[in-house]
């Protein structure tokens, strides 16, 4: 198996699966062309996290992070839950493959986008924007990309942004491995 | 719990005939067929069976048969070693949009060489149209590499006929024959094809051991320089226990076609006509009828394949997906992107691929075991419950 076995009990006993109706923040993460894409919505009681309910299109590792996400979450005051790190995720689920390490991110991020909706609506006028969700991932090592940078530090491969999504995909390819759009041959 | 293996085209069971033909090449028998004295020349004597047996399973003649070490390196072989050895001829290849990665990233690495290729597209059923084929060959092209059959979706290709416009255009024609070959008949004169790859763990030989038909008389620069082995066109000490169960598995094939294929299209026509009652928007990918025998692969809505492979594992069901997930790229399908399907819909792909032993128990079981599991996934699903709230509107 290439996953551990709290991974697996969460991928076959996810925790706090669905949609809470009249929810106070919700987020989203994620789209069907990288194969992954979360939502989580989340009920708000004295700045703390009341209740958590999420949903999960994706591989067994997307299901256990968000499940994991979720149980972490739980009862925490929200400053408390937005110090979630896919870090923390990854550690708490006992390690997760290499290749799906960004799955991890997801989790935390559709988490942290819902504690920032929830926010919002809660200052009129003032729009908070999640800068979380749009951090970029070398799409080959998973490593963190800061901004468009021409290779991937970790695995060295040569970068270029996608014109249509921005997604990072490597240099040459025909499609973009975030939207899946032509690209431009070089 | 019962065990139910329906991953033929990952792999498939060592047959205990081609396991006894291979077991005294790896103890008694150790001689290096190119050594003179009487130990080599046994071994000898059996790689050259062998190769009448790889030769006789697809119409060529022994002298046409490379062995090699597994589909991906024929294909390399291929590739590369034809479309440089027609270099002054011109730099131009013609592929199709479906071929396996050994294919598309050698063409990928001879176009760092200075070559160029074309792919041509497939329809909704993944097939390649010959006129498109004979369409895309320009002045300058060397090489027409077409797939004989996909082992994602199953799609039978008309290479047959692509062979009759290449030869009319005096253009070499390749083709990838690793899942076609033991399993349908494959014959390289009424193919009309000038190589073809092929690998023994498609047919219960053993992995390891592939092979490339060669016609006698078409240019290939070798692929590994050494000794003569391989007429000096593959160097390197050869597996004979590997190409020894590889011959072997090539004359069980041989015969025992005609009775695996009606036994496995029963199955697989079962499978094809009852998942798609059992279980709502799900849809054959491929082909309905120009299939292989033991293939049948869909696309299941709303949900990602690799929740089903893992979920069906725990049930004793072992199947493969082409979602990206379970690639190690996490990207989708490129067979299933060319063939139109969107991105969602690919994430959902199972492939079922059936081995002799197969039972109609074991098809029964996989789809009783199934539904619960798709319903399960979808209900974590934010795409099914978007279908479902726009359903109700």
């Known amino acids: 198996m290439i996953y551990t076995d709290k991974v697996m009990d969460h991928f076959q006993n996810p925790r706090n ?30 700045d703390k996290l009341d209740d958590i309910k999420f949903q999960t299109f994706g591989c067994g590792a997307a299901i256990a992070v968000s499940s994991i996400v979720s149980e972490i979450a739980m009862g925490k005051t929200l400053n408390e839950a937005m110090k979630i790190t896919n870090e923390l995720v990854a550690e708490e689920l006992g390690g997760l493959p290499k290749n799906k390490l960004h799955c991890s991110n997801l989790g935390a ?18 729009t908070e924007v999640s800068q979380e969700s749009e951090k970029c991932y070398c799409p080959y090592c998973e490593g963190p990309v800061e901004g468009l940078e021409t ?14 999504c921005g997604g990072l995909t490597k240099k040459g390819e025909e499609k973009c491995a975030k939207c899946g759009a032509d690209l431009e041959p070089v | 719990m019962r065990q139910v293996y329906l991953d033929h085209i990952a792999a498939t069971p060592l047959d205990p005939q081609a396991l006894e033909a291979m077991l005294p090449f790896l103890q008694d028998k ?12 046994e071994a000898l004597g059996a790689l050259e069976d062998a190769r009448s047996r790889v030769a006789g399973l697809i119409g060529a003649e022994d002298s046409e048969v490379y062995f090699t070490s597994n589909g991906s390196e024929a294909n390399n072989f291929a590739l590369k070693g034809m479309a440089m050895a027609r270099r002054d001829k011109g730099n131009h290849l013609v592929l199709s949009a479906i071929e396996h990665q050994s294919i598309l990233h050698s063409a990928k690495s001879l176009e760092r060489s200075g070559f160029c290729s074309t792919l041509v597209p497939v329809d ?45 255009a005096g253009v070499s024609l390749h083709t990838d024959a690793v899942a076609a070959v033991g399993n349908i008949p494959v ?44 007429g000096g066109r593959r160097a390197g000490t050869e597996n004979v226990a590997g190409i020894v169960g590889m011959g072997k598995a090539a004359e069980i094939a041989r015969m025992k076609m005609p009775e695996r294929q009606d036994r496995m299209k029963v199955l697989r026509d079962r499978l094809i006509e009852t998942l798609p009652k059992r279980v709502d928007r799900a849809y054959l990918t491929g082909h309905p009828e120009k299939r292989l025998p033991h293939h049948a692969s869909f696309c299941v809505e ?19 997906s082409g979602s990206a997930c379970t690639s190690r790229a996490l990207k989708a399908s490129h067979v299933l992107l060319a063939m139109g399907i969107d991105h969602a819909l690919a994430q959902g792909s199972l492939v079922f691929s059936l081995i002799d032993r197969t039972t109609s128990e074991d098809i029964d079981y996989l789809l009783d075991v199934l539904p619960p599991v798709i319903d399960r996934l979808r209900k974590m699903s934010p795409l099914y419950t978007k279908f479902l709230e726009d359903n109700q509107k």
């Open chain 1, 17 to 46: 699966v669905g949609v809470i109706k009249d929810a106070d923040g919700t987020g989203k993460v994620g789209n069907p062309v990288c194969g992954d894409m979360m939502t989580f919505t989340i009920k708000v009681k004295d």
């Open chain 2, 124 to 168: 909704k059923n993944g097939v390649v149209d010959p006129e498109d084929v004979k369409n895309a060959i320009r002045k300058d092209t060397v090489l027409v590499s077409v797939i004989l059959a996909s082992s994602e979706v199953g799609t039978v290709e008309p290479v047959a006929e692509i062979g009759r416009f290449c030869r009319a």
């Open chain 1, 151 to 164: 290779a991937c530090t970790a695995c060295h491969i040569e970068l270029e942004e996608c014109p249509h």
């Open chain 1, 109 to 126: 991020d559709a988490l942290h986008a819902a504690i920032a909706d929830y926010r919002k609506k809660q200052v009129p006028g003032k």
């Open chain 2, 30 to 41: 150790f001689g290096n067929p190119q050594s003179l004295h009487s130990a080599g020349q």
């Open chain 2, 187 to 230: 014959d390289v004169r009424d193919l009309g094809v000038d190589a073809l790859s092929l690998a023994a763990d498609q047919f219960y030989g053993p992995k390891g051991s592939g092979a490339l038909f060669v016609r006698k008389g078409v240019r290939i620069l070798p692929f590994i320089d050494g000794g003569i082995q391989e």
């Open chain 2, 302 to 320: 709303f949900i990602e394949g690799e929740g089903m492979l893992l979920h069906l594992d725990m049930k004793g069901i072992a199947v493969s």
